[in-house]
């Protein structure tokens, strides 16, 4: 069975643009999760998405957004890109919204420029 | 405030010895404890998870304690190998929904 797979694996923008990360959980998982990882630190939350809905949001701006589609499948778009949005993000599937069955995918790692 | 701290920062070993990796949280309401192995660029892998009634967790040379009345874990990698070498992350969910995220201790395993 394939894991979590995240699409780009890398990707370069320039500041002021814009960006759609996606993800594709596990088959059967509901429960969909977005880090960003900046170099040296743990991941940070950003949202989670349980059956479409969002369920919890970090502490991040609002140029972050997500969705989740009736696949279970998910976007995360960053917009007005700033050199600091430049991280590893990573998405985490799991059946439902808890924590016990998260899987990690391998990330997409964004350069802005 | 919910923060999880780890130590240390970094560390080196060689190759074939013990070493222990320590997490300290201050998260309410406590729900697991999971220790994670990161490769550089990668995502985290899970290696063992603790509740607040489990003592200790093993998962091939890798033995997690909790001692949920002081709120520290540890990670114990024994007869460690090369591949060993990564970053190791201690994540506390709070209440079953959220998670906290240690810094990460990064081990380098030398031959």
Known sequence: DAGVTQSPTHLIKTRGQHVTLRCSPISGHKSVSWYQQVLGQGP????QYY????????????RFS???????????NVNALLLGDSALYL??????????????????????? | KNQVEQSP?????????NCTLQCNYTVSPFSNLRWYKQDTGRGPVSLTI?????????????????DADTKQSSLHITASQ???SASYICVVSVGGQNFVFGPGTRLSVLP
């Open chain 2, 9 to 17: 920062q970094s560390l080196i070993i060689l190759e074939g010895k």
């Open chain 1, 51 to 62: 059956e479409k809905e969002e369920r919890g949001r970090g502490n991040f701006p609002d």
């Open chain 1, 66 to 76: 997500a969705r989740q589609f009736p696949n279970y499948s998910s976007e995360l």
């Open chain 1, 91 to 113: 998405c985490a599937s799991s059946l439902a919204g808890y924590e016990r069955g998260y899987t990690f995918g391998s990330g997409t790692r964004l350069t802005v420029v």
């Open chain 2, 82 to 84: 090369l591949s060993d």
């Open chain 2, 50 to 66: 603790m509740t607040f009634s489990e003592n200790t967790k093993s998962n091939g040379r890798y033995t997690a304690t909790l």
């Open chain 1, 44 to 47: 940070q939350f950003i949202f």
